[in-house]
Structures are given as structure tokens and as C-alpha cells.
């Protein structure tokens, strides 16, 4: 890794990171703010939900309507959205164009030209990749638990909060992961921010679509939402070694993949 | 003897659709200031990229200071420096933070020194961002950059486009005290005037072929005659195959041109049976050797 890149990446990411952190967390506290009045309008609520199609909060993470009006339901229904949407997008638009950006903009001739090695360069935009996905999760989640301590009526699980946070971190890093190898896919230089932000909603569509309907819940699987646990009030709710072995496999595999393909890759401007 | 700066066999690089470079073949010499000129297209970048390895061979070799451009090429960049045609740099950086930034691959203070030396040379505004400089001003960045660590070979492609008169000179200077200094100049370029200025020997590259390798002062002195002919009636086709003949004769209505490279008694041998209205027989320019190669 080369610090003087790698201080650089960081320096020009870091007020799309503020911005996304800021954004999350401004949203994550604002839905936490209704809590209270979800809470005292329970029953026009609950008379709301009872006429959507069975399975809808499903998507959610939702098994139980009830759970929606606990502190920590509630939060993790809204988390779905903001981080594992969200977070998502905002973890496979950074890494798939840290790389290639240098090529479409053309700056890939004096990285190239500069006494660094092809592995130096994947390590030390990757670091930053990691390093940013690792911030915004630690600094939402803080955001998130901070939130739940003020709006909560009855105490929470602070261990499901942690493990949620961790599902959230595994999924952003995969998708982070997934980003550097789709990059290194595209043959002439050209963003690919459109095609990571319509993979990551059509992957949660299809989850959706899944948990929605009955016959289907198999093709859950082809999405790494499937993997995530969600259900947060479930007693023994924990972090699934199948789960973590499929995110970290996977991100260490696509990592990998990314790096032999870059170091091999021809620079097209 | 010292090691070529830069020597390339068989070099070949084939890519898609596009036209790479096709069983090339040169060496340039420690220290000397090398053209390598051909229109665009014609593989001068992708002949640089393959050498700067953002491009990988086909097949052959290419070896810079004798380290091969694909396995040492970190070793190769330490002393080696790059403008590259497009002076596309971080547009939101300003000037001077950009230097710094680029010596300090080379050494942990940035070259400070070197930066403020080449930045008055070119009257470079070190505050202002790169996105907002004229392309001229970007060149001036891009010179400065290459220059920073010392390099022993300088690789430069197209320098010279958007730098105003002034600033051509001073480039001009600065290459050729350099290489007083000992650096070595592969410059690529398809304007004729600076590389005649400028080097000794130049490479001639045509549709991924180097066609060419020779001294500047060599191919001026070749004994080829600019002919000019003017036929009293049809031109005929008796010339076509005669021996000396550099390329198709060009023919516009009753008069044909040509360069010619072989005995004169022959050419008038030829002609003397022809109703021959006019003929004239010249040296060419260095620019009409150089298009006689591209055509």
C-alpha cells in the first residue's frame, strides 16, 4: 500500500462520506422521531396494516406485526431501507469507481506512470473503500443506538442492535467487493454508476418479491439479503455462521478476483 | 558499451478492432533526444502505454534501462518521467498541491524545491485548480510533474499542443539542458518542425509499422530528387516499375511527380524516347521525405 495514494483517496472521498453519513443519519433520526406518535396511534395503524397483503412487512424484516411497535422492530424496519439500501448503494458506487474513474477521467496516465506497483494501487484504493464503509456504519449505527436510547419507552437489546449493525457491515462490504469486480469487468473506460445502483435495487427487489410471495421464496437466495438476519426481536437471534461465511467468502473471493484482473488489466483511455 | 535507454524487438500489441502496433523494432541510445514521429494513429501512444505498461505486449519484448517494461516496471518509473499527450489531472486539486503530491512519490519533502524552480520557469499560478487552467497551462503542470525526480528518460507524447510560442522555447531549453545533463528524450510527436529541431535520430511509425529508424541529417542527405514531369501528351505508364522509384508516382492530368532515388542517366535513358514538354529534378524538403514515408 502507498500512503501517499492512499491519503489522497482518502482526502477526495471524504465529502461524499460526509455527505452519505450525514444524510443517513439526519434520515435514521428524523423516522426515529415518529416513534412516539406510531406508538399513540397503534390502533389506526394496526387498522392500516390489516388490509395489505399478508407477507408485506415481510420485506422489512417484519414476522410479526407486533414487533413494529417495540423500539428496536421499529428501528430495524426503517434500518432495511437506510442502511441496506442506502449503504449499499453508497458502498458499490465508491468501489466500483475508485479504479476506473482514473481511467475514464484519463488521470490513469500519471497513476501509471508514477513508481508504483498495479497491487499498490488496488491496495490502497481498496483500504480506503473499506476504511469509508467501515465509518459510515460505525458512525450511523452510533447515530442509530443514540437515537433508540432517547425515543425507547421499554429497554432494547443492545447485543440484536450490535448484531444487526454487524449484518449491515457484512452487506455493505460485499457489496463494496462486488463494485471492485464488476470494475474490473468493463473493457473500455466508462462509469458504471448506474448499472451498481440498478443491481443493488433490483437484488433487494427480487428479496422483496421472494419474502412476498408464496413459491418463490427460494429465489431469495440468489440475493445476499437472504443472508442478512433481520429479525431482530427473534429470541435467539445471533449471527449465523452460514451467513458470515457467505459474506466474508465472498468479499475476500471477489477482492481477490478484482486484484489479479487489475494487476493484468490494459488501461484504455 | 551502456545499455539502450529504451530497446523494443518484435514488439507487437493487437487489440479488438483497433490498430495497435505490429512487429516493431527500435532502440534508443542512453542519453540522446530520439523522435518517434508518425500521424495520429498510427501507434505512437499505444507504442508509449505499452512501454509505461498501462498496455500489455502481444508478444515481443520491450526493456527500458535493459529492465522489461511488464516485470520491473515500478523499478523503471522511479527514474523514468511522462507527459502524456491528454494533460488531464485531478481537476479539483489546486496546481501546487498537485505537484507536491506527485514528488512525493519520489521523495518525502515532494521536490519542493524542483516545483518552485520549473513553476517560475513556466509561470505556473500554483493556486489555481487544474479544472480551471487553459490546456496549455495543464501541459506546463504535466512538464513539471515529469520533470520533479530527475528522471534518466524522459517519455514525451505531443507536448507541445497548447503551449503558446514562449513557452515552446522554453520547453525546448529545458529538454536540451537536461540532456546535456544526461537525461534521455523519447519524443513522439507529429509535428515535424520540433523533432527536427530537437533530435538527432528519429523512428517513423505508419500504420503500427516503424518504417524507419534513421538519423535526422541522414535522411536529408539520402539522394532522393523531387521529380516533376510534364508530358507533351497522355502521361504513359513507362515509368511504373522503373527502379529508384519511391512509391506510386502521383499523376495529375499530363504531369506526373515523384521521388526518385536511382541513376539519373537511367531516368533520362527512359525519358529520352518521350515527348517531354517540361522536367524538372530537385531536392526535397525534410517535410516531403517524411510524407513520402507515410504515404
Known amino acids: ?269 | 558499451m551502456s545499455t539502450p535507454a529504451i530497446q523494443i524487438t518484435d514488439l507487437t500489441k493487437r487489440y479488438g478492432k483497433d490498430r495497435g502496433i505490429e512487429n516493431a523494432n527500435m532502440q534508443v541510445e542512453e542519453g540522446e533526444i530520439f523522435g518517434f514521429i508518425g500521424p495520429n494513429g498510427a501507434g505512437k501512444s499505444t507504442t508509449i502505454r505499452v512501454l509505461l505498461n498501462l498496455l500489455f505486449p502481444t508478444s515481443g519484448k520491450a526493456r527500458i534501462m535493459g529492465m522489461d517494461v511488464v516485470r520491473d516496471s515500478k523499478e523503471i518509473k522511479l527514474k523514468t518521467g511522462y507527459v502524456p499527450s491528454d494533460a488531464n489531472a485531478y481537476p479539483h486539486m489546486e496546481a501546487g498541491k498537485f505537484l507536491r503530491y506527485c514528488g512525493r512519490f519520489f521523495s518525502p519533502d515532494g521536490n519542493e524545491r524542483r516545483i518552485n524552480e520549473k513553476t517560475e520557469l513556466f509561470e505556473v499560478d500554483r493556486k489555481r485548480k487544474i479544472g480551471d487552467l487553459s490546456l496549455g497551462n495543464r501541459k506546463k503542470i504535466s512538464i513539471i510533474q515529469s520533470l520533479l525526480h530527475e528522471p534518466r528518460l524522459l517519455i514525451v507524447d505531443e507536448p507541445t499542443t497548447g503551449l503558446d510560442l514562449l513557452m515552446q522555447a522554453r520547453f525546448f531549453e529545458l529538454l536540451k539542458s537536461e540532456n546535456r545533463r544526461g537525461m534521455t528524450v523519447f519524443y513522439s510527436s507529429h509535428t515535424l518542425s520540433d523533432v527536427q529541431m530537437l533530435c538527432k535520430r528519429v523512428a517513423i511509425i505508419r500504420e503500427g509499422r516503424i518504417i524507419k529508424v534513421e538519423e535526422i541529417e541522414t535522411l536529408r542527405k539520402r539522394q532522393l530528387k523531387k521529380i516533376f514531369i510534364e508530358f507533351g501528351s497522355a502521361v504513359d505508364n513507362s515509368l511504373t516499375g522503373l527502379p529508384g522509384i519511391e512509391g506510386a508516382p502521383l499523376v495529375s492530368g499530363r504531369s506526373v511527380r515523384f521521388l526518385y532515388s536511382g541513376e539519373i542517366n537511367q531516368l533520362l535513358s527512359v525519358l529520352s524516347s518521350r515527348n517531354i514538354a517540361d522536367m524538372t529534378a530537385e531536392e526535397p524538403s525534410l517535410e516531403e521525405i517524411f510524407m513520402h514515408y507515410y504515404n
Open chain 1, 1 to 269: 500500500m502507498n500512503r501517499n495514494l492512499f491519503m489522497r483517496e482518502l482526502k477526495s472521498n471524504a465529502l461524499s462520506l460526509l455527505i452519505w453519513t450525514s444524510v443517513i443519519t439526519a434520515l435514521t433520526a428524523l423516522t426515529m422521531s415518529f416513534y412516539g406518535v406510531f406508538l399513540e396511534n397503534n390502533q389506526k395503524i394496526l387498522a392500516m396494516i390489516s388490509i395489505l397483503p399478508e407477507g408485506t412487512l415481510q420485506f422489512k424484516g417484519i414476522s410479526d406485526v407486533d414487533d413494529l411497535f417495540s423500539v428496536l422492530g421499529f428501528y430495524s424496519a426503517n434500518n432495511v431501507i437506510y442502511m441496506l439500501v442506502l449503504g449499499s448503494i453508497y458502498s458499490i458506487v465508491l468501489s466500483s469507481g475508485i479504479l476506473l474513474r482514473e481511467e475514464y477521467n484519463k488521470t490513469a496516465e500519471f497513476l501509471l506512470a508514477w513508481p508504483l506497483s498495479r497491487g499498490e494501487i488496488f491496495y490502497s484504493k481498496a483500504a480506503v473503500v473499506f476504511l469509508n464503509i467501515a465509518v459510515i456504519n460505525i458512525v450511523t449505527a452510533i447515530a442509530g443506538y443514540i437515537t433508540l436510547e432517547v425515543v425507547k419507552r421499554e429497554p432494547f437489546s443492545t447485543d440484536a442492535f450490535i448484531i444487526m449493525s454487524v449484518y449491515t457491515l457484512l452487506l455493505n462490504l460485499f457489496f463494496a467487493s462486488l463494485g471492485l469486480f464488476m470494475s474490473m469487468l468493463v473493457k473500455r473506460a466508462r462509469p458504471i454508476t448506474t448499472l451498481s445502483i440498478g443491481l443493488v435495487l433490483i437484488l433487494y427487489f427480487i428479496f422483496t418479491i421472494s419474502n412476498i410471495t408464496d413459491g418463490l421464496s427460494v429465489i431469495g437466495y440468489a440475493t445476499p439479503y437472504k443472508f442478512v438476519g433481520m429479525d431482530t426481536l427473534a429470541p435467539d437471534y445471533r449471527l449465523d455462521f452460514i451467513s458470515v461465511l457467505y459474506f466474508g467468502g465472498l468479499s475476500l473471493l471477489l477482492t481477490f478476483i478484482a486484484l489479479r484482473l487489475y494487476k493484468r488489466k490494459e488501461i484504455y483511455l
